[in-house]
């Protein structure tokens, strides 16, 4: 007998990525299912740089001003060093006439993911399912076959039109579809510390996002609402043990600013780091968005940005294929056109982020230190720089790959 299929759009993940596609489907009438391998939606503490790209983005959806009120803006840009103190300073004002919102937001993802689920709960074409779990994929040409594990260990298989896979670097759905993940992991893990402890109050002059460049001990400050979230990187000599204590997470502060380590760490988090893109974000009927299509260093706050852009960039697609404006080769445009932004800005720019900041070779750390003062004291080259960083150029990039 063969199953009736269903006229939605599947979507598996319920974060950021998943939750804006399924936004931007439902405002053009298409309907969506969500499926949530968790019992609810996550509160993780994840990534919490919005950029001004993506709060314009977010903003043409009706999500922007309800964001803004729960996070941090944050106008300023800042880069030191172990021995030069305060590199250089970067203002958001500069690209004003480039963005609505010229400005970083320091708020945590699943904010986003509340607001939205919010203002579609009552939409009659938004539905989603928690506890359950994409774990296969199938397809024909006019369809697409989900296997899907639920809570009490049971299965189900649900057919529809298209499929959105956006669970995550492990992706199921990527894994179901036989999609290899090209890259590479870095040999040291990060450790991030969130902590009530006023790093503003304690190092002058800083600003809520601060990188700090050394050869051994470079870190990451990040002004979060009422937190300082701290990123610094772990040897891989040292035991996962070790490096998941609270003595670990409380040493590594106390290096930033002594007294630090007395104001207990709220939460920390140590994980591996990798530069990953899938070979192809399209196969079939099935697509790839976010973490299960790409994942980065987070030094720059690129990737839930970026998986962002890749959900409305898809939707906006497969919302004309679905209504017959165009044939389905223009699914082919997303994965030329998000893919190789991805290669050139996303992964470029963050390994090279991480690469200057971590930089051992004395003339290397000069190099980094000459580049950003001659940024910081050119408009033009400012402009272009804070261009990159808030992810306009890789949009403006992507427009031009039609």
Known sequence: MQRRTEERVFIAGAGPVGMVAAACLVRHGIPVTV???????????????????????????GFTDELVASGMIARRLQYRSEED????????????????????????????????????????HFNIEFG??????????????????????TTSVRRGRWLIGADGGRSEVRKALGISFEGFTWPERFLVVTTPFDFGARIPG????????????????????????????????????????????EAALAAVAPGAQDCAAAHFTLYNVHQRVAKTFRLGRACLAGDAAHINNPLGGMG??????????????????WRREADDTEMDRYDRQRRLV???????????????????????????RNKLSRIASDPPLTRDFLRTVSMIASLERAAELG
């Open 85 to 124: 103190g305060i590199i250089a300073t970067f203002d958001f004002s500069a690209i004003s006439d480039l963005t609505r919102h010229p400005y970083r937001l320091h708020c945590e993802q699943f904010n986003l993911t509340r607001i939205i689920h919010s203002k579609l709960s009552r939409d009659p």
């Open 206 to 249: 800083i600003d809520p996002v601060t990188y700090v460049s050394a050869s051994i001990n470079w870190h990451v400050l990040l002004q979060i609402p009422s937190m300082w979230r701290v990123t610094f990187p772990v040897d891989r000599q040292v035991a996962n043990q070790t490096a998941s204590s609270r003595d670990f997470a």
């Open 35 to 61: 499926f949530e391998t968790a019992a609810n939606l996550s509160k993780e503490s994840r990534a919490s740089t919005f950029h001004p790209s993506s709060l314009d983005i977010l903003d043409e959806l």
């Open 304 to 321: 839930m940005n970026g998986g962002i852009h890749d959900a409305v960039n898809l939707a906006q697609r497969l919302t004309r294929v």
């Open 342 to 368: 991805t290669l050139e800005h996303i992964q470029n720019h963050t390994i090279h982020n991480k690469r200057d900041i971590e930089a051992h070779d004395p003339r290397e750390r000069v190099r980094f």
């Open 132 to 153: 359950m779990r994409v774990c296969g994929v199938a397809q024909d040409e006019d369809s697409v076959t989900v296997k899907l594990a639920g809570p009490d260990s």
